[in-house]
């Protein structure tokens, strides 16, 4: 992040409740106007530390570690407590830092130090980072599969237990009107019916349509029922002038693509 010359950020120069917390430590005057050395206390040392990463934050945020990160966070709702062991601990028990924001608000108050106000954090955050990839993603002027599309499915189904199936509807000039789930299921099977998918298709005056659905195992391979429904919705849809651009796989961090796979011509 970059500061304009001259600049110094707030953070570096107003005492924040840190500093005031830091203050508590100070050893107490004595009637005669004195101080005890004795009684002189230190402060903990995460208070200079956290101060120190979030000024490591503002002017580079690129070069914090995974924990770091998470340390900034939990930082908020922790405000007395040294927070990079429980950054660590969330990170060990949940392999990345994806896995830590995909984790159920179940899962993350079983970490020790971790309480509902940490979690919801926690949750709130990837929350506004999925309404974030979604608007970026209707700003395109244009969509079929681009980066933006795919990360928002990413994100969408991120921590889903049970297989989705969602239709994303597009204008003519390929613009997103609106993104539905139209199925879910248990973990191998979402029932679709592409009489539905059709039906609401031709409500939102939709010319084209994207078909995604998520893998909870993280098994990419499009398994028979899937490709015959995906052929299915593609006939009928063609009756009715409505294109069917691709239809995406979501499983983890990947993603298949039909299209780009050789599954869908045209």
Known sequence: MTLPEGKTPDIFTVPDEENVAASSFVSAETPSGKKHSEDKKEAPHYHGHRRRLRERFI???AHLADYEILELLLGYAIPRKDVKPIAKALLKKFSTLNGVMDASLDELVRIPEIGMTSAVLLKVVRKMGTLYLGEKAREKEQISCTEELINYCRSLFGGVKDERFCV????????????EIIAEGIVNQAIVYPRKVLEQ????????IILVHNHPSGYLEPS???IQLTHS???SASVLNIAVHDHLIIGGNDAFSFREEGFING
């Open 59 to 61: 002017l580079d945020d």
């Open 168 to 179: 994303i509807y597009l204008t003519p000039q390929n613009r997103i009107i609106d993104m």
């Open 224 to 226: 028979p029922a899937d």
């Open 233 to 235: 919705i593609i006939k």
């Open 201 to 208: 298709a031709l409500q939102k005056k939709a010319s084209a």
